[in-house]
């Protein structure tokens, strides 16, 4: 048993859908899974598994920010034998052509934290980047679901501030950077460690440049489309 999952063995799926939010883990296994059993309460960072048209699937809240978000997906494949972890979080937008509640695929994870310089000893820049087959799987799934300009597919800031006047974002912007959110870079390199697959998926709750915003409320409940995009996606991966 890990130190932050108190699950059994047995109980957590191969593929897990990781939001950061705990409130919109428990949302999406009341709304679209069935025979749910929830697996985990420590710290209040719920956990659930149940079934999706059929298929085994495991939700599981992360907390915000890179070293939470490592924790999950360490314990998860470590402890539990998940092969696949799919986010499926929030993100601030960064360019002119992403409208809020558009969806964002990180392909890539910029990050400025410091963890993933460390796990290399300072030696490299690792680039952290999604599993391609996921990656892939996921965009087409979305294209059969919404319109293909409400999908945005490349990198994405993973920062490890929430307030962070001094980032220059519209450099950033300006190198392609879609959006700003703070787990991604962290779950990538977990999973790169281990040779799983993680991807993120993520709903602009809000926009940089224009002042653009979502409400707490929304952001718990109402980006069902990034759900049922990445609960369809799960079933291939289960």
């Keep these: 048993m890990s130190t932050h999952i108190e699950a059994q063995a047995g109980q957590i799926a191969k593929v897990v859908l990781l939001p950061g939010d705990p409130l919109r883990a428990k949302y999406i296994a009341e709304t ?19 079934t999706y048209q059929g298929v085994k699937i495991s939700v599981q809240g992360t907390g915000m920010g890179i070293p939470s978000a490592m924790i999950y997906t360490e314990e998860l494949i470590q402890f539990y034998g998940v092969e696949t972890i799919i986010r499926i979080g929030s993100i601030g937008g960064m360019q002119k052509d992403v409208k809020v509640r558009d969806i964002i695929i990180g392909q890539g994870a910029t990050t400025d934290s410091n963890i993933l310089r460390n796990i290399f000893d300072g030696q490299v820049h690792y680039s952290a980047i999604a599993d391609f087959k996921l990656l892939d799987t996921l965009y087409h799934k979305a294209l059969t679901m919404i319109p293909a300009k409400n999908i945005h597919v490349g990198n994405v800031l993973s920062s490890d501030r929430f307030y962070n006047q001094e980032m220059d974002k519209e450099k950033l912007a300006a190198y392609g950077v879609l959006g700003v959110e703070m787990e991604a870079a962290g779950m990538y390199a977990v ?3 281990h040779h799983k697959r993680a991807l993120a998926i993520c709903t602009v709750s809000d926009h940089l440049l224009t ?5 707490a409320q929304e952001r718990q409940t109402s980006f069902t489309q990034m759900m049922e995009i990445a609960l369809q996606t799960a079933k291939e991966f289960a």
């Design 191 to 193: 999973a790169a460690k």
């Design 32 to 50: 679209y899974l069935e025979d749910i059993q929830q697996y985990n309460t420590v710290r209040n960072m719920f956990g659930y598994t149940g």
């Design 211 to 215: 002042g653009e915003e979502t409400t």
